[in-house]
C-alpha cells in the first residue's frame, strides 16, 4: 500500500526507500497526524542546497537513474545493479536502497522548488 503527498504538489513515496517525512530535509518540519509541510520563497536557499546536496550523493550515479527509468516501469534491486553492470560496466558497491532514498528525496525537491518558484509557496500534506 501506498503513502501519497497531495496540496500544491503530489506524488507517491517510494516504497521502502522513502519516508513520509522526507521533506523535512529540505528544511520545514512536517506537524499533525499528517506531515503538513508549507514552503514560501525565503525556504529557496534551504531546498536548493538540499536538490544539490542529493545530487552530490548521487553522482554520476544519477544520469544512469534517469536513463533507467526512463527505459523501465517498474524496478527491483537486481534490475538496477544490472543495468548499472551491463550498460555502465559499473559494479555498485552500496545499498540500492540507499541510493534510491537519495533518487527520490532529489525527486522530491526539485517538485518543492519547482512550486515554490511558480507560485511563491508549496504547501503539502504527507500520509504517515
Known amino acids: 500500500m501506498g503513502r501519497y503527498y497531495h496540496g500544491d504538489i503530489e506524488g507517491k513515496f517510494w516504497v521502502a526507500v522513502q519516508p513520509s517525512d522526507d521533506a523535512d530535509f529540505f528544511g520545514v518540519e512536517g506537524y499533525h ?3 503538513n509541510y508549507s514552503f514560501e520563497t525565503e525556504d529557496l536557499d534551504n531546498i536548493k542546497k538540499g536538490i544539490e546536496e542529493c545530487k552530490t550523493k548521487l553522482g554520476v550515479a544519477k544520469k544512469i537513474l534517469d536513463e533507467f527509468f526512463d527505459i523501465e516501469n517498474g524496478w527491483n534491486t537486481e534490475m538496477i545493479k544490472k543495468h548499472f553492470k551491463e550498460k555502465h560496466k559499473i559494479n555498485l558497491k552500496g545499498s540500492v536502497t540507499d541510493l ?8 522530491l525537491g526539485e517538485k518543492i522548488k519547482k512550486c515554490v518558484e511558480e507560485k511563491g509557496q508549496c504547501s503539502f500534506e504527507a500520509e504517515l
Open 33 to 35: 497526524n499528517y506531515l
Open 100 to 107: 534510491l532514498g537519495w533518487y527520490a528525496r532529489l525527486e
